[in-house]
């Protein structure tokens, strides 16, 4: 079997499993979600430590085949710094090939803090809403590369892109959709992570994701609220390179309800560094195309595996190519390094 066979999994349960046998030794936990998903956790290293490696994927459900991938060549990697795991942030989005939750919610949205509101929409996005959630099932004649052309000709690709993109909480079919509510994965984990975390003196935090970015390069983001200081720091570090989630950033876009930026202000006494860390695949309105599809499929068609637009989410989000799976397991590598020194500084 190839190196990327040995990480990279055919589907979610495949992948739990995996994780579990390369943590079976360490301290572990599950939280149960019912209908046999999970959210595994694994600690790995000495329970009381001040510093603390904490690796997270599959938030966005189907880009858990490159996160948990990565998880687990860091894992083989082995550390001297403690370490954490958080597998398949969103079990139910991974086995069914989808992006969100089983409620379409959008789990990097859903992270809002104390007194912020689910609720409200870009003014933008609801004059979009027509043309990216269209009541019927794909197929036939689809003029959405016209009319996304249209739109980005009238309204500049740059408002466009973070209109749809930043987080909406009006249109519950919709895409970007981030919830009414802290759904039950996300206010489990905020709990454990916090529980396990509040009291360490520093924390370094990567969040692997897919699709942003060039076809198998790596993007890396950081909230764009931390003082100059600490992103000075990281970009010693990891590169000049480091993004922020700046509406103002033509490689990046502004969100809300993010993971990262609800640990960052759920952890005040811990020097946290909370990063994004993207394996690009296609462009971006091909990705956005691709969610499109499989959205209308799963509103308004039937659903299966093997439908063109289930096929189209693994291109936009998990490549089935060795040359993608290859880089995906050389960023971890590289990233597993850079985080030990980022620790340091």
């Known amino acids: 079997m190839s190196d990327t066979g040995r990480r990279f999994s055919v589907d979610y349960a495949e992948a739990r499993e995996r994780f579990r046998e390369a943590t079976r030794e360490h301290e572990a936990g599950t939280i149960d979600l019912g209908d046999d998903l ?35 060549e860091t894992l083989e990697l082995g550390s001297d ?26 789990l990097n949205r859903n992270f809002l803090l104390d007194g912020q509101q689910y609720a409200g929409a870009p003014a933008a996005y609801a004059r979009l809403d027509g043309l990216l959630n269209p009541a019927t099932a794909p197929g036939g004649i689809d003029l959405f590369w016209l009319h996304a052309a249209w739109a980005m000709a009238t309204q500049g690709y740059g408002a466009m892109r973070n209109a749809i993109v930043s987080g ?21 984990v905020a709990k454990l992570l916090v529980e396990r ?24 983001l950081l909230e764009s609220s931390v003082d100059a200081s600490a992103a000075a720091r990281v970009r010693r570090v990891m590169g000049e390179g480091v993004r922020t989630w700046d509406a103002n950033d033509a490689s990046a876009y502004a969100i809300r309800g993010g993971m990262t930026a609800f640990l960052q202000a759920k952890l005040p006494g811990v020097r946290y560094d909370g990063l994004t860390c993207e394996f690009g695949t296609q462009p971006n309105l091909q990705v956005l ?15 299966h595996p093997d439908h063109p637009a289930k096929a189209a989410m693994r291109a936009a989000f998990a490549p089935r190519e060795a040359r993608w799976e290859a880089a995906v397991l050389g960023h971890a590598r590289e990233m597993h390094v850079l985080c030990h020194a980022l620790i340091d500084a």
Not at 58 to 66: P, T, V
Not at 85 to 105: I, K
Not at 289 to 303: I, K, M, Q, Y
Request: aromatic share 12%.
């Open 38 to 72: 999970g959210i595994d956790w694994a600690w790995v290293g000495p329970a009381d430590a001040a510093r603390v490696l904490l690796y997270t994927s599959g938030l966005h459900g189907i880009e858990g085949f490159g996160g948990g991938a990565a998880q687990l």
């Open 81 to 106: 710094v403690a370490t954490m795991y958080v597998h398949g942030l969103n079990p139910y989005g991974w086995r069914h090939l989808r992006r969100v939750n089983e409620n379409n919610v959008d």
């Open 168 to 188: 909406q909480y009006e249109f519950d079919r919709g895409l970007f959709f981030g919830g009414k509510q802290m759904e039950a994965g996300p206010r489990a």
């Open 197 to 220: 975390l509040s009291c360490r003196e520093r924390v370094v935090h990567v969040d692997w994701h897919s699709a942003l970015g060039q076809y198998g390069d790596r993007t890396v």
């Open 289 to 303: 195309a691709g969610l499109r599809a499989e959205n209308r499929l799963h509103h308004w068609g039937t659903a």
